[in-house]
């Protein structure tokens, strides 16, 4: 468990600001999840998935990709 205020994975955390805005993949422990980063926090991560915001914690997640679209 992490203390309150520190970033468990500060490289994740960096990466992860710079990509604010835009589409993005990320795959869980549990399953894998597509929307806009809406946010990024110390703790967790805020995607948007149809208008919803959806909370991801940074502890949970695998990895993370920019969104493809198709042509």
Partial sequence: ????????NPYLYET???LIGQAIVVQTEKN???GVL?????DHIV????????FIRMEEIVWVTLATVKK
Avoid: D, H, Y
């Avoid at 995607?47 to 959806?54: H, L, M």
């Fill in 38 to 42: 809406a946010s990024v926090l110390p």
């Fill in 32 to 34: 894998i999840q597509q």
């Fill in 16 to 18: 992860l600001n710079m």
């Fill in 47 to 54: 995607v948007e998935i149809s208008r919803t915001p959806f």
């Fill in 1 to 8: 468990m992490t203390k309150m205020g520190s970033i468990s």
